[in-house]
């Protein structure tokens, strides 16, 4: 399917990332800067609190997370990606969200086409995603662990965000680390605890 075939869809609800970066440039550099090690391994989980494919397919209350690796700028491409798509889902429901997140259903994730090199293919897995005030805990059995806790600023209580921004993933983020991070499957094993996070609200259309 091309974007240009998709039907109208949407998702909004809320991500949280975590990476290898010190801290990540990607986001405010739209991709122009080169990761802090030099490459980017990252992960992602989303929240759909809201979703639709076409008039007649539901995807709100679902869950989906993203294995990425970059080997340089996000902006020069040569990604590789493997998807996570929640055990609750129907075939109808997994079939636009693997389109959607490989970049053929158009909207703001429509670039991946054009940057995805490596895709790994799709798990069906269980996976959890929970707020606990402004931290967030989410995981897959025996894949993923993660526990994102915000950065906190001056005022000593609110969290650091990054507003305004031309981001195609969200206009403003929550500046965080995780304090745990581990993902293995596919062949990798990272440890990504201690490295930068990120929490966002995401409201995306398509195509």
């Given at each position: 399917?091309?974007?240009?075939?998709?039907?109208?869809w949407?998702?909004?609800?809320?991500?949280v990332?975590?990476?290898?970066?010190?801290w990540?440039p990607?986001?405010?550099?739209?991709g122009?800067a080169?990761p802090?090690e030099?490459?980017?391994?990252?992960?992602?989980?989303?929240?759909f609190?809201?979703?639709?494919w076409d008039?007649?397919?539901?995807?709100?209350g679902?869950?989906?997370?993203?294995?990425?690796e970059v080997?340089?700028k996000m902006a020069?491409g040569?990604y590789?990606?493997?998807?996570y798509?929640?055990?609750?889902?129907t075939?109808?429901?997994r079939?636009p969200?693997?389109q959607?997140?490989t970049g053929?259903a158009?909207?703001p994730?429509?670039?991946w086409?054009?940057?995805?090199?490596h895709?790994?293919?799709?798990?069906?897995?269980?996976?959890t995603?929970?707020a606990?005030?402004?931290r967030?805990?989410v995981?897959i059995p025996k894949?993923?662990e993660?526990k994102?806790?915000p950065?906190i600023?001056?005022?000593?209580?609110?969290?650091?965000?990054?507003s305004n921004?031309p981001?195609?993933?969200?206009p403003?983020i929550?500046?965080?680390?995780g304090?745990?991070?581990r993902?293995r499957d596919?062949?990798r094993?990272?440890?990504l605890?201690g490295?930068?996070?990120?929490?966002?609200d995401f409201?995306?259309?398509?195509?």
């Amino acid at each position: 399917m091309t974007a240009e075939a998709a039907p109208a869809w949407r998702l909004r609800g809320e991500f949280v990332m975590s990476c290898n970066c010190d801290w990540c440039p990607c986001a405010v550099s739209l991709g122009r800067a080169r990761p802090t090690e030099g490459h980017c391994f990252s992960w992602f989980v989303f929240r759909f609190d809201e979703g639709r494919w076409d008039d007649d397919q539901d995807l709100g209350g679902l869950n989906l997370a993203v294995l990425l690796e970059v080997p340089g700028k996000m902006a020069e491409g040569n990604y590789t990606v493997g998807l996570y798509l929640d055990e609750r889902s129907t075939e109808a429901q997994r079939r636009p969200l693997e389109q959607i997140f490989t970049g053929q259903a158009g909207g703001p994730p429509g670039w991946w086409r054009l940057v995805i090199a490596h895709y790994l293919g799709a798990r069906v897995v269980p996976i959890t995603y929970e707020a606990d005030g402004p931290r967030r805990r989410v995981g897959i059995p025996k894949i993923l662990e993660g526990k994102i806790e915000p950065e906190i600023g001056r005022d000593k209580t609110s969290p650091v965000r990054v507003s305004n921004m031309p981001y195609w993933m969200a206009p403003e983020i929550t500046l965080a680390r995780g304090t745990q991070s581990r993902l293995r499957d596919w062949g990798r094993n990272w440890d990504l605890s201690g490295r930068f996070a990120d929490i966002a609200d995401f409201d995306w259309r398509g195509p």
